[in-house]
């Protein structure tokens, strides 16, 4: 969106990008001073991770880790042999228990002797995700896919191929320092607020700094893609749709509209308030959709998934995000109202009303 097409905003208001381009893998990019911008790439149809340093005395704060496997480790070697030759990390702030964002905070830990910062939440997510390959799990999270109309081909899948990113994590430091909803830490010269917010994960870290009008959005808020919102087994009546649109509201109401936001992907940006008004539009246009396929005859859940994700063709990895985003629409849309659900034998599926 730009000031053409919405001529109700002023230039300070709309959606500004103000880097054409990304840091090369071995590149850093100062945003502002004091702040780095890094890239690492992910193995995914998401190929990517900003990670960003803040100076904070006579070493620097690094915000999320990157994926846990060799050649994360290795971009990293070279970045610390090379433009980052000088910079010691003196903590280390993980915004969410995701793989790509928690994955090398073990490796960064030890190697820097740093501690760790992690909403308490997002910590136990974590050390739950490192533990999560018993029998018992498995079994209770074949039951969630099945009782949303998936066959038992399509459930093998999704428990194999499709979730073996979530063990892409060194191990777990013992111990960690809790940041809440709230705190104010000093990084450097500056000072943050911590926020927090759930839906793409359970309680997210953001990070904002009135004095620089500077966000770290983390996932919440990205540029250019809107994050996965999913339901999964451990909490399968969750409604992380409403916790999502939630904090969004309430990042509109508490931030200025002029902040620098740096997401966990995609690019740096200007036009936070369009941004988000961007997203739940997104999530309100899915449950058009939805409801309106819910109106011809009641659907599974398997029976919405195209529905909604029509557009794409879906790998295991992609299939089980699709899975959990389209649970996560029902569920909100039954909170809501607008839904209905009935069981037959073990399988829910959903009208509207």
């Known amino acids: 969106m730009d000031t053409k097409t919405a001529p109700h905003l002023s230039p300070a208001e709309a959606l500004r990008y103000p880097w054409d381009a990304p840091p090369a893998p ?3 990019i100062e945003v502002m001073p004091g702040v780095l911008w890094v890239r690492l790439k992910l193995p995914f149809r998401l190929n990517h991770v900003n990670v960003y340093l803040l100076a904070d005395g006579d070493g620097w704060t690094m915000i999320d880790s990157g994926f846990g496997n060799e050649e994360s ?3 990293w070697t ?9 910079v010691r990390i003196s903590r280390l702030i993980v915004t969410h228990s995701h793989p790509d964002h928690v994955g090398l905070a073990g490796w960064i830990v030890e190697r820097f002797k740093c501690p760790l910062y992690m909403s308490q939440v997002e910590y136990l997510q974590s050390v739950y995700h490192q533990n999560r390959g018993t029998e018992e799990r498995r079994n209770a999270q074949r039951l969630f896919f099945r009782r949303h109309g ?3 081909s399509l459930t093998d899948k999704l428990l194999g191929r ?3 990113y979530l063990k892409q994590v060194s191990v777990l430091p013992a111990a960690y320092h809790r940041l809440s909803h709230g705190d104010e830490i000093s990084v450097g010269t500056r000072r943050f607020k911590v926020i927090t917010g759930g839906g793409h994960a359970l309680d997210q870290v953001m990070l904002y700094c009135a004095t620089d009008k500077l966000f770290l959005s983390a996932d919440q808020v990205l540029s250019k893609i809107s994050p996965n919102v999913s339901v999964w087994a451990v909490e399968p009546e969750q409604n992380s749709l409403g916790e999502y649109l939630a904090s969004l509201a309430s990042l509109t109401t508490t931030l ?9 992907h995609g690019v740096p940006f200007y036009g936070l308030k369009i941004r988000i008004k961007q997203l739940a539009d997104h999530h309100e246009e899915r449950c058009g959709l939805i409801a309106e396929a819910c109106r011809l005859g009641p659907k599974t859940s398997k029976e919405l998934v195209p529905v909604v994700f029509h557009k794409h063709v879906l790998d295991a990895h992609q299939m089980g995000f699709a899975a959990g985003e389209l649970i996560a629409h029902v569920n909100y849309m039954l909170v809501e109202g607008r839904l209905t659900a009935e069981e037959n034998d073990g399988v829910l599926s959903f009208r509207s009303t």
């Not at 200025?256 to 966990?264: E, F, I, Q, R, S």
């Open 150 to 152: 998936m066959d038992e």
């Open 256 to 264: 200025p509209y002029d902040v620098l936001v740096l997401p966990g």
């Open 73 to 75: 480790i290795a971009a």
């Open 26 to 28: 071995n590149e850093v």
């Open 162 to 164: 499709g979730q073996d």
């Open 78 to 86: 070279a970045l610390f042999e090379g433009p980052l030759a000088n």
